[in-house]
């Protein structure tokens, strides 16, 4: 008999799902942005479309590393947090500061080089989902942010993520001074 917390198949294709439907939307915000655009700074203290292509790049690196070297465990989920992740994990309202080692530096000299390192983090995390027959709500990481969460959970915030920075891209698009 399962656990009340084990993971379900329709849990796995939505996150399937959620992941696949977060790529095309942030990958949408930054087609056609040319150079001068990506480095466009709308403030002193704010991050350029490439710094956060570089952010989401990197953390999805990282995301994705916590994804597959996950540790067994039989702690229970907290459902709970589902739900706050679902509620909050977009919001741009809230601020969270970046962790160490997925803050930009200058590790990619364009766009294309930073959305390429993305796609392929994505495509092996995708792949993970697609081929373990792990419970994902029986593994455990500890999140920057989150804590000690299930990876079914870890996967949530990664799949918004980008939606997240999206939400910055356009706003980036939208501010005064941005080139044409």
């Not at 959620?18 to 700074?41: I, M």
């Not at 490439?50 to 067994?72: D, G, Q, Y």
């Not at 994902?136 to 870890?154: E, F, K, T």
């Amino acid at each position: 008999m399962s656990s009340p917390t084990a993971q379900t198949n329709s849990e796995r294709e939505n996150l399937l799902q959620l992941l696949r439907r977060t790529e095309s939307l942030y990958l949408a915000t930054l087609e056609g942005v040319s150079p001068a655009q990506a480095g466009f700074r709308p403030a002193p203290e704010r991050w350029c479309i490439l710094e956060i292509a570089e952010h989401v790049a990197t953390t999805e690196e990282f995301m994705s590393r916590f994804t597959v070297t996950a540790s067994p465990s039989t702690e229970e989920t907290d459902l709970s947090m589902d739900q706050k992740i679902h509620r909050f994990a977009a919001d741009r309202g809230r601020r969270f500061s970046a962790p160490d080692g997925t803050r930009p530096c200058g590790r990619f000299g364009s766009l294309a080089e930073a959305v390429a390192t993305f796609r392929n983090a994505l495509q092996k995390t995708i792949e993970h989902l697609e081929q373990t027959s792990s419970d994902l709500r029986r593994s455990r990481v500890m999140h920057p942010a989150a804590g000690n969460i299930d990876v079914h959970q870890n996967l949530l915030i990664m799949a918004y993520h980008p939606e997240r920075h999206a939400k910055q891209i356009e706003e980036i698009k939208t501010s005064e001074g941005y080139p044409k």
